[in-house]
């Protein structure tokens, strides 16, 4: 069939229209010529077009079970269920470069439109994106073409990895290479703005690609972890495994950054900063892509490939070096005249956020990275477990929540610690002991004591806050509707604030269910057989059966538990375990009831011939609060994204 | 068939990335020119200084008294500073309209 | 005089105030826990994420759900019962498998090094917080004057 060809034809178009579009807007800027620019954004709209025609061309492959492509004959098979061959393209190294490579034309495209034509700061910033994506289909093209016909056509394919036949796979992978690419945005923004020497960076969009970019890669790790933790049969929703830290890494370093533009915005500091650590985040999402197909550090869900992670590795620090030299260069133009005056102002707290952040960031990569070295200078294979991790970061962490329940209630500019002290000591007061009452009943640990006095403090200061604007308006009107108006009409002239609050309410929210599962988790293993019970706190659970059904591809064995709590029966549930032969794989699937603020998980491992079975039954607090909070944390930041028309500011200056 | 199709698609693409050299071209998008936003943000370091004191007082950060202290440490400042005349004006305007 | 005597008594009290709340919640804090899994279990939770399995890539006996892993699983569960120590099930493991069989890097030898990068990471932000906050004012210092 021609998908093969077609596809192949279409990535190599795509290519000529951005080296077009790449020549066309160096001509453009330098000879301040309109047409040349506006032909050069045409190109990359067409470019845009292509390379979706292009995917479609690989999904259509994959849905039509063309063997005569060697990728759709490796990622599926006659077998799979077909849902599954729309999203199958994706699941390999070479589609999910294509993915990324259309990822990235939509982001330009998106970028581009409305643009002036002679604002130089996007012109230049157009450029640098187009640079990424020149090299993105270089290297798709060249190294890892999902196009490749095969040598002979296969009556079947090989299937796709078990693992991945789960909803998850509908969601996580585009959205968090989505999120790793979008980075290039801001990242090109502000070099842009830098080169068309723009002083404030272009600070408006800047802000916005930048929150935007947070956003995928919030709701990218959100997923990951979710789906891992219904699907890995471990009962736990991260592991500091090295793909899971690559996709970490450029999120703290964004959080770092979507802050730190604030002062820029409201300041007019931290420019030079600013720089510093978008650079930095992009290395980060460039370090993420190439953990993730390079392969020298071993991971759960590498694609591991070889010579493609290399050149990842080149372009990352051929790309970073001379950002850092052209920033070095520009420096002067981005030193500001507003300085931190005092430790307690909201800039200050700021910055010591960014830096306890870049803190994690950079000890998570070393952390992720050593076995590399300790492998090329001593050979030995060294396994950095999630228990380095939880040591070291945890603390810092909590610091950085500390500082989340003081900031937002803080002045800008300058503020007396003992004012601050006298005024917020009643709330503390309160924020403890219902802390305390909370370790009472729940019967927790000091982490999560402490967790609950810093979700308290911050929350009742968010209440009173809301309140004081209810009031005002309340005051203002005394009667009901005029009020409601008013109050919307005050949370709309500053919803980045009240967006932001609300985004920290739901990492309060995520940090909880972190700290609950952590240190109030109870995880124990039995072997039973069937018929047999086991207690675990007040859950009573009696292993009844297992039932093994052979499917085409795969064997299915299912354990069916009668679970009782507190001696009420609860009825039937199951876990199954499904072993695919061709794969040698077992993929399995956990029971999990879930009691709002508590999840019963139990999943079988090992079930011997005479049908007893060894049980992982665990016990997690409070887990769904992380699926809650980071709910909470998108919408609050998608409030604080949507721009504000103000009258005032038509008003242009100099 | 497949190289009848990559031709018809180079010629679009040609016919497409020269159009802006085409002076009739230009006619036509001024005509259905849609507004593009003029996005701002060149206040001067004063400005920001007033403008970051009056959110901190309506978001409730300040209370009354401390944004009266802040407001007259800045009215001195300004007073003894040489600024801009446009963004004098602006800062009084606000000014009067907070008090 | 009175007025300075108000504000020192006010800033005693403050201070009690606080002591009295620390107290308070580290009372809270040691209402502890864990009545529902015996020393021995937990003993048993905290050495499997310390062994890595070793034929996963990339994961400890505590995450990975397969034979070799709950065999081993089994083996620490018996000697803790037995006894043993922490480190003696460990250095047992490790002359049977290799150093490699450890997840948790130890705090000696070469693998101190991944240790410490905390403790350099942190010194290195105090200092870039410190060198922002400072050479900032001094810079503007000099142009206001």
Redesign the interface.
Known sequence: MIFGSLGDILIKLSLGMYIYSIIAISIGIKYQDLKFIYSGRLASYFGTFLLLLSTITLVLGFVNHDYSIQYVADHSSNTMPFIYTWIAFYSGNEGSLLFICTSLSILLFLFIQDKKLNDNSINFSHLFILLFQVFLIISTSILANPFTEAPNIVQDGQGINPLLLHFGMFVHPPVQMLGLTAVVIPFSIAIGSLCAKNENLNINSLRIWALATWIILTIGLALGSWWAYTILGWGGYWAWDPVENSSLMPWLLMTAFIHSIMVQKKRNMFKGWNLFLIIFAFFMAQMGMFINRGGPVPSVHSFGSSSLGWTFLLFMFVSTIFSFIFFIYRYRSLVSVNYVQSVLSRESLILVQNVLFLSVAIITLMGTIYPVFTKSIEDEQIYVGREFYDLVNAPILLLIMIILSIAPFVPWKNSNISSYINKKIIIFVIAVLLAVLNSWIISGHYWVTISFVVLYFSSIQILIEFYKILKTSFNKFKNLPNTLFKFLNILYSNLSRYGGIISHTGILLVMLGIAGTSFMGIEKDFALKPGQSGTLKNYQFTYLKTDITQKSDHTNIKAIMQIDKNGKSLGEYTTSKSYYPRFDMNSTKAGILNFGLEDFYFSQSVISDDNSAVFEVKINPLVSLIWTGAFVVVVGALISVIPVYKKKDKVKVK | MLNLLGLFIIIIMVIVILLPFNDNFWNYINKNKKRIKTPLNDYSDFELDLNSIITDYQSGVLNDKEFDEHVNSFQEIINKSSIDKNARLRIEQLLKEVN | MKNQENIFYNRMN?YF??LF?IV??L????????N??THN?IRL?NLE??I?CPI?????I????T?VS?DL?NFIKLKIDEGWSDDKIKSFLTSKYG??I????QKKG??LF?WI??II??I???F??WS??RT??F??KG?QN
């Not at chain 3, 009372?27 to 864990?34: H, I, L, R, S």
């Open positions: 403050n105030i606080y709340i308070i919640s009372a809270g804090c040691f209402y502890n826990v864990d529902d899994l279990e939770l994420k310390q890595k996963c890539p990339a994961e400890t505590s995450e990975s759900n034979k709950k699983k150093k490699e450890l997840a948790t890097p070469s693998n991944l990068i905390p990471v942190l290195f932000g105090v870039i917080y922002l906050y900032i004012r810079r503007t142009e």
